[in-house]
């Protein structure tokens, strides 16, 4: 199937074809005719699976109907959690309607307000913005939401994680109750779900790929060793396979720190990415990485969320998350459209549970390679794959005569610190589009 078969006008092709795609992602298939027909949407989706251009084509095409936005307005709100990914987006909308006379405009934290109040005094078509940020632009009357026709939540797990459910509960209150919603999440978890009762109504739910799949584009492969011998290792991985773009993970802003600064004295160029730099230095780093000025971008996994590089070739995990699922995230980043990513991890023996969990969760034992001169004293217990589906556990034996009850939820396995209930993390609806009557018919 082609881009013209989905409803999109002339100048909306000729913008993607300028881009060079010359089909829809399966993604891009299900959500574009569902938003084009004024539907709600549940899209389960991870960044790389071509969700951005999911949403945004369709509302450009929705919102191009001759209508003006007035002075401070703004017709179509996308939230996201970060800053980056707040300003891949708006690149995005940007590009994709060129050839249109709609306008586009992108807020953030971090930077100073005035500006940004400046620029939607005129108003505009499509806001993308951060919660926090929006809300400051809200209470200084910068923006007005009663023109509002549109509202996505973008990676709407990542908001709830980095703690945005009050600052959007806030926001939906301002919103007008008739409006259309698309909520895209990599997961759909409970908490996702009882977000989306109070904003969705009768949603098409669409999905890809489950969160725990990882592309089978990517190489996938261990080195274990010991915690001193990491930062040598990477240096000698980077130089002798001659890796002109690498995108390293580390778990803390202070690891990522120490790392790039290592990797700069060794001669190899790096930058840190994370939630501590201004978003200057941030914005730079990136642009570097992208350009090829810096080799090695260092990266926490919030601040890495949603980094967008095409065809990333390589990524390094060099220390493991603590949380399963951000290991799919992370690896996500190498592998896209077709390419053939690596993914290496560098695992230490105190990893190990990490490192059982991540395997326990893609269903699959990581091969073990080995780096002359690296190897570990300190031995990495070997993997057993557990293959066992997971399954809630058992109630403990009541002491009272038993009442009988029924409990969907898994309960263990809450790597998070979540509520048990945030974590139930794989349950999609099914892969095709559906229209899932929802009961709740609630539109804020
Ligand atoms: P996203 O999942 O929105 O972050 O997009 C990931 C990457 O895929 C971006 O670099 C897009 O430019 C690219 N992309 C989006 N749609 C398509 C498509 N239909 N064909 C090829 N590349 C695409």
Redesign the pocket.
Known sequence: MG?TSLGLSAPILKA?GD???????P??EQAIPAVLAGKDVMAA??????????FTLPILELLDNGQRVKPNHVRALVLTPTRELAA?VQD?IYKYSRYQKLTSNVVFGGVKINPQMMKLRKGTDILVATPGRLLDLYQQNAIQFSQLEVLVLDEADRMLDMGFIRDIRKILALLPQKRQNLLFSATFSDEIRQLAKGLVNNPVEVSVAPANSTANTIEQSIYPTDKRKKAPMLCKLIQEGDWKQVLVFCRTKHGANRLSYYLNGQGITAAPIHGNKSQNARTKALADFKSGEVRVLVATDIAAR?I?I?QLPQVVNFELPHVAEDYVHRIGRTG??GEVGKAISLVEAAEASELFAIEKLIQQVLPRLELEGYKAVNELPKSKLDTRPIRPKKPKKPKKPKIDHIDGQRSGDNARGHKPAGKNKRHYGSSTTQNRNSKSGANG
Request: aromatic content about 8%; cysteine-free.
């Open positions: 881009f993607i881009q060079g795609y010359d089909k829809p992602s993604i891009q989706a991870q960044t790389g699976t071509g969700k951005t251009a999911g891949q995005n949603g967008d095409p896209r459209a």
